[in-house]
Nanobody
């Protein structure tokens, strides 16, 4: 089992920056896929970025030019650096993780569908 704890949320002015952290603990030794999501009330959870089984990052078009995902492997912390924040970035932000597995027929590391979730951290931009 894996536990995830987000931190770093709060209030920020439009145009400003904020960095969120997601500390992982538990059985992460096999390598994991990592994600950042956000959700506003009444809307579906939106994926912001992913680090896949090959450590390749990808981003949603809506944030690709403003958000950056990095990680500290030694401390097992995932970060979301958010720049040029807009009012519409106001949301609850969640990190997630899933186990990766080797798919031998295509020789690729794949991400398991099951995700572990953090409790979320609120970011309010005004």
């Amino acid at each position: 089992h894996v536990q995830l704890v987000e931190s770093g949320g709060g209030s920020v002015q439009a145009g400003g920056s904020r960095r969120l952290s997601c500390a992982a603990s538990g059985d992460t030794s096999g390598g994991m896929c990592r994600y950042w999501f956000r959700q506003v009330p009444g809307k579906e959870r939106e994926v912001l970025g992913t680090i896949d089984g090959h450590d390749i990052s990808s981003y949603a078009d809506s944030v690709a030019d403003r958000f950056l995902i990095t990680r500290d492997r030694r401390q097992n912390i995932l970060y979301l650096q958010m720049n040029s924040l807009k009012v519409e970035d106001t949301a609850m932000y969640y990190c997630a993780a899933s186990d990766r597995y080797w798919k031998s027929d295509v020789r690729l590391w794949k991400c398991d569908d099951h995700k572990y979730w953090g409790q979320g951290t609120q970011v309010t931009v005004s």
